[in-house]
């Protein structure tokens, strides 16, 4: 044993000793026959990997950052021959001569040791045996031995020496992991040499043995062997031989988790029609291997049942090459490769579509997507290579989920590209589609391509119809992203305000105006904290806010879309089924509206340079306040006739409780540039906008009772803080008299739309508010109103409480102004002099009523003709406003006003109270005082009757019901006055005999009460009150005939000690 004796054998490099625990030192006898010196002999050391040499390939002109590596590799990219000039498809160099240049580490066979020969029968037998005994080297030459009976005859190999390698790997599967066994067997995924013919395609029955022995025997190692994706990479480029049959699917798919490539569905990467009758013909993607099938690979397959051979152990995938070393430098082995072969190949052939499919299944390396999307455009186009092209596309944006620097010009490279076929659109916004996926900021990416690329000179017509794809996926999302990138354009020196109202036109058109309009104002109205954006210059903020207020106006104005249009139109002919786009599109603004005003109260200030004059300049912009004009002075869109149209659709919308509050908040801020005057004219005008919505929906919800308090607020007269007053003075609490009354009308608005909250609070909490309540429920304009008091004498005391007020209020403002004017000029003030005194009030809102001013009185007129506020109040039952004020006057007195009440809401009776209908039916009808109001009159008398018929005898009728309809006559009965007994007897007869052809109506007949009473649904629970009305009647009533009947009545249902009082 002197194998390392260098002198005897000079020609033979030193071996290394075989791998595992145990070295081979003697011999082992053999029957036969072969020497010691022939079953082993030495080993050749394996050479190192070379290293690519950079003269050996040209560079790509790319933006690839340089890869820098901190320590040596053990898989180095490989020295790559010079490419030749003609190139079959079928070559066996492989059109890159990668075999010559794995000969250096992976070599075809030239194994360590001779194989041993060995028989298929004796095979496991002599394997066990060897392994029993510790003979290593043994082993690696019986099994060597029998894949080189394998290679022998790779077109038919021997069946029963493949199903004893299976069994064995599937006892002993470590025994193929030495490197010797090992190279034979990625010596079998490598092509045949042997075949050379043109067209010639390899049999696959040794390589699909070969990957499920490999697959077998590393299934429980963590790490696999770089080699395996050099062969991989020779059969990618190559023949395909093995990469793309099912039967090798698991071990391809092990090898792919070295490049970490997410893997899209066989039926999303290859789209329907080609581009070639070639390309039906050629084999299926590297994406997804199927079956390629000779009659040969049948054949052998089905003898040794090579699925059944397997265990299913071996059909679990992992991550293979996880550790950073190893996984870089089978990156870079790629990497390197795809470069060298874009910057040499020139034709397009065989090899150049191969070449696609690999770069398709690498794609999970952001180098490969780089040059990948580097040439992607002239690929796709080109019909031959139609197929591998749309399934790299698709893999390029799969696996585009980093967002680095390479992803990021990998998007910018796909959004270039211009494709000019209806298919490849199709299949290219599909895969922009599955890009957008990938990662939370591609979407955002891709936007502010497109936007960029929308502005330059060199559009791309795909842009809107990308623009309609990444809406639909994403609508909310992409248009926040949309209001990012437009805040981006506005900060850049140039102003982009025109460009970007004209992009957002066509963004728009392009979507068929399905876009999310609220979720781009809010975008826009984001905060930027950043410190580039907080070191702009002071003119950029101050045009950015001034062309955000401007875009978000526009935005507004576009939600205006071509069906809430028809559904208005529809609307004015009385069409109401599409009357859910209008409150749909309602809602949206009133949104947009309240974002706008929480954006200038809690993000401008902090953002923006603010003043006195853009700051409220800019919240009546967005509020559309503003001219018309001014809407459209930029590009003159809209034009003037529709811009009256869409100002006119704006401001017809519900106002949102915050947004009321958000302004009475900024007009109370002394750090915000907008006064109380201007706020509270805001909110005045939000108001009366949303009083004026027909459209059916709630205009305005408030339920924060701090409003009030906000609104009384706005109105108080401040003096200036520098003027000093005398000591122990305290100044009168006063408001601005214009102010103080605007907010009363302001407070009533919001009242009558919020009566169960806002207005139970004012009626009960201010006298005043209580006292404009009334004037508007009962039409009656005069202070006080009659209805405030239970009877006339208190009337006086009213008005003359008012005038002590008056008095009272003149001498304190006038003192309070006299030490005003001592503390700066020291005139002397007069009441002719003073200037506060035709501006202040006393500031009291819970004391006694005040008399509001004949303008304030006109325009209450105005809103109750317009709006109907008495009548929203009169149609609250709770609280019931209307009865309290019915219950409050005595039946002596008049009520005119409740007649124009009823007739009024003649075509919604069940709203008003009970006794309101009965107090219509007991007025005179000698009041009417026209022939066309007395018509109209005895209709309503008719629809008055049928209601309080239906409470009586109909489905409604309750037993609540039944009491409060006669409560409401039977103590008339008994009343003084005979016109008042009269007419309630008279409405009763109507009412109990409505409908009843045969029943007589007349005065003179009772059995409304003789007949019809006892038929009552809940005639025993009115029983008591009933009989206590009449029995009082008897002591008033004169007419002789209708005692009688009373005295009937009570006869036959009262108690037996009534009767007997009776009798008496």
Known sequence: MNRGDKGKRPLKGRGHPPQGEFIALGGRESSKGPSKSQDVPDLKPLPPLKPLSSSTSKKMPTSLPDRKRDCPSPLQPLRLAKQRKTLSPHSPSVSIDIESSLKSSTSSPVPSIAPIDVSADELEGKVLKAEESGDRTRIDGYLTGALKVLRSNRSKPDPTMCLSLFCLVKRRPHLFRSHRVMEFLTSFLKRDSSVNLKGARPSPAVPIMACNILLCAFQDEQVWPENFIKVY??????????????????????????????????????????????????????????????????????????????????????????????????????????????????????????????????????????????????????????????????????????????????????????LKTKQLAGHYITCVRVLVEQHDENLGTLIKHIIYNELSQARNPNNMPLFAALFQFAPEKAAKELARVFQDLLIQREDYLRAIRALLREIVRA????????????????????????????????????????????????????????????LKRGDSREVKVIHEFQKNVAIIQEEATSWFHTVVPHMFPVSASNYPQSLSKVLFMEPGESYSAKDSWPSESERIFLLSVINDVPVMDDTLTRVTVIGLSPELPLDAPKALKFVETLVQRAASVKSGVHPMEVNRLRFIDAILDLCVYHYPPNIQLPSGYEPPALAIANLYWSGWIVILLVAAFNPSNIGEVVWKRYPTMRCLMEMVMTNNFVFPPPTMVENPEQLEELQSLETQIVAAEKDDILLFETHLAAATSGKTITEESSLLLRQLISLVPEGPPRKPPQYIIEQLKALNVTIGIGKRFCCCRSPDFLLEIIQRQSAAQSRPWLADLVLSSQESLDVLPVQCLCEFLLQSPEDVDTEERSERHKETVQQVLSRLHILLFGDEATSASTSETLESFMYRLHSRPAKERNAAVKALSLIFTFGNENGNTSDDSYSWLLDRMPTLPYFDAVLGSLTFALRKACSEELNFERLQTYIIFLSKYSTAEFAKDVSV
């Open 511 to 570: 979507l068929r105006h399905d876009l999310n309009f609220v979720a781009l104002c809010r975008g826009l109205m984001a905060e930027r904290k950043e410190t580039s954006f907080q070191e702009l210059a002071t003119i950029v903020k101050e045009r950015m806010f001034s062309s955000l207020t401007d875009i978000i106006s526009v935005t507004t104005l576009l939600s205006i879309t071509p069906s809430v249009r028809d559904a208005l139109q529809a």
């Open 233 to 418: 990479v020779e059969d990618s480029l190559g023949d395909r031989t093995w990469i793309e049959n099912e039967r090798c699917r698991f071990f391809v798919e092990n090898l792919l988790t070295a490049f970490d490539t997410k893997l899209p569905p066989r039926s999303v990467a290859q789209p329907g029609g080609e581009g070639s009758k070639e390309q039906s013909t050629e084999g299926a993607s590297t994406i997804s291997p199927k079956c390629s099938k000779t009659e040969e690979e049948d054949m052998f397959l089905k003898n040794v049942e090579c699925k059944e051979s397997i265990s299913p152990e071996a059909e679990k995938v992992f991550p293979r090459y996880d550790p950073p070393s190893t996984q870089e430098n089978v990156q870079s082995y790629v990497v390197d490769l795809v470069k060298d072969q874009l910057t040499r190949r020139q034709l397009v052939d065989n090899t150049t579509r191969n070449l696609l499919r690999l770069m398709s299944a690498a794609c999970g390396v952001s180098d490969v997507r780089l040059l990948s999307s580097q040439r992607l455009e002239t690929w796709l186009q080109n019909p031959k290579l139609n197929r591998p092209a749309h399934e790299l596309l698709m893999s390029v944006a799969l696996n585009c989920n980093t967002h680095s620097l390479e992803d990021v010009e990998v998007i910018s490279n796909i959004i270039k590209m211009r």
